[in-house]
Structure formats: C-alpha cells, structure tokens
C-alpha cells in the first residue's frame, strides 16, 4: 500500500495529504478538483479495479462540512485504498466517478439523497430513496430525530403529509413497558416459531 500512496504523491503532489494508518487501513485525502484524475489513475496505472463503497459524512459544525468516502479495492493485490474528499456546506459539489466504477451510480444517488452532495456528471442524479420533490436530507446531522414534515407525492395512497414521528413509543424510542428493539424486530428471527421459543427461554427474557 504504502508503494500505491508513494505513487499517487508523485503523480499529483501536493494535491494528495496522506491519513493515518488504523487497522490495517490506508487512506488519503484528495482535492476536488483532482478526484476524477487520481480516480482513473488508481484503476489504470495502481490496480484498484473497484469501488466497494462510496458514503458521505456530515461534519456539523465544522467547515468544510461535508466529506466523501471512496473505499476502492485492487481485486490482484487484495487491497483496500480509502479516499477522501471534502466539500463545503455552501458548495458541496464534488465529481461523479461513475464514468470510472460504473457502482458509484447507486452509492453516488444515495448520498445525493439522504446528505445532499451533488455529483457533476452523474447519468441520472435523482432521489433513490426519497421521492422526488421532498425538501429534507435525512441524514444531516441537523435533521432531526423525529423527521421533519413534508408534502407526500400525488402518487401516495391517500396522499396529504408527511407527519413528524412520535418520540416515545414511536420507531425510535421505546416506551416504558414496551418490548425492546431486539423482541420487536421481525428480523432477527427466521420464524415466528423459532421468535416465540428464544423469547420463552428464562435467559431471553428482558427488564422491561
């Protein structure tokens, strides 16, 4: 890894800061304005013929804001390579990189959704969660626990608006005398049997 990191300093300079080392992981930090550059450099000339995940991070309170998290993998040499780029509250616009690992469509509408970072350049740069027209972006930090209200679309069942969830005994808080997350959640189970006899068990049972 550290010969991939020696590379890219050469190539771009100054451009490209380097990360600490944790686990095992290796990153660097890259400017805007050469993200495409050193993207198509790292699967042409270094390998890294992967892009396995791409995520945005609100940094609230600070500036710039926004970052963006590339976690590209060399599928020959069996290593993982972290890019960062960051992006201001007030310009948080960064370069599509579609055109290099065609698996940032998704990952790319998905962080324009939910954080709000534009991608220029990207094919269709549309809400992959939300729908269309909504105003908010869930996972800023200063959108709040409970949701915000908002016009649902004209397609919507009974369409009117969208309400701010309850906090107690709503999705995310539980009540007391409530069941806790692990008992309400239908998934953590195969069957309704198998949910029915871990909850009987006396070592299953919760405080509630």
């Known amino acids: 890894m550290r010969e991939?990191?020696?590379?890219?300093?050469?190539?771009?300079?100054?451009?490209?800061?380097?990360?600490?080392e944790f686990r095992g992981e290796w990153g660097v930090t890259v400017s805007r304005a050469k993200l495409l550059g050193v993207c198509r450099f790292l699967k042409a000339d270094c390998g890294f013929d992967m892009l396995?995940?791409?995520?945005?991070?609100?940094?609230?309170?600070?500036?710039?804001?926004?970052e963006v998290h590339y976690?590209?993998?060399?599928?020959?040499?069996?290593?993982?390579?972290?890019?960062?780029?960051?992006?201001?509250?007030?310009?948080?616009?960064?370069?599509s990189v579609v055109s290099v690992w065609g698996t940032a469509d998704w990952h790319e509408r998905e962080t324009f959704d939910?954080?709000?970072?534009?991608?220029?350049?990207?094919?269709?740069l549309s809400r992959i969660i939300m729908w269309d027209g909504y105003p908010h972006y869930p996972l800023r930090k200063d959108f709040p626990l409970a949701g915000l209200?908002?016009?649902?679309?004209?397609?919507?069942?009974?369409?009117?608006?969208a309400q701010n969830a309850p906090m107690e005994g709503g999705p995310f808080v539980a009540g007391i005398g409530t069941m806790g997350a692990p008992r309400?959640?239908?998934?953590?189970?195969?069957?309704?049997?198998?949910?029915?006899?871990?909850?009987a068990h006396p070592a299953r049972q919760e405080d509630l």
């Open 71 to 95: 976690l590209v993998y060399s599928l020959v040499r069996r290593e993982h390579l972290r890019l960062v780029v960051s992006a201001g509250a007030d310009d948080a616009v960064v370069d």
């Open 52 to 66: 396995t995940d791409l995520t945005g991070v609100d940094n609230l309170g600070t500036e710039p804001r926004f």
């Open 149 to 161: 209200p908002a016009d649902l679309p004209a397609t919507a069942q009974n369409a009117g608006t």
């Open 114 to 124: 939910l954080l709000g970072i534009t991608f220029r350049g990207h094919p269709n």
């Open 4 to 20: 991939t990191i020696e590379k890219l300093k050469a190539k771009f300079g100054a451009e490209i800061g380097e990360q600490p």
């Open 184 to 199: 309400r959640e239908p998934r953590a189970n195969d069957t309704a049997a198998e949910r029915d006899a871990k909850n």
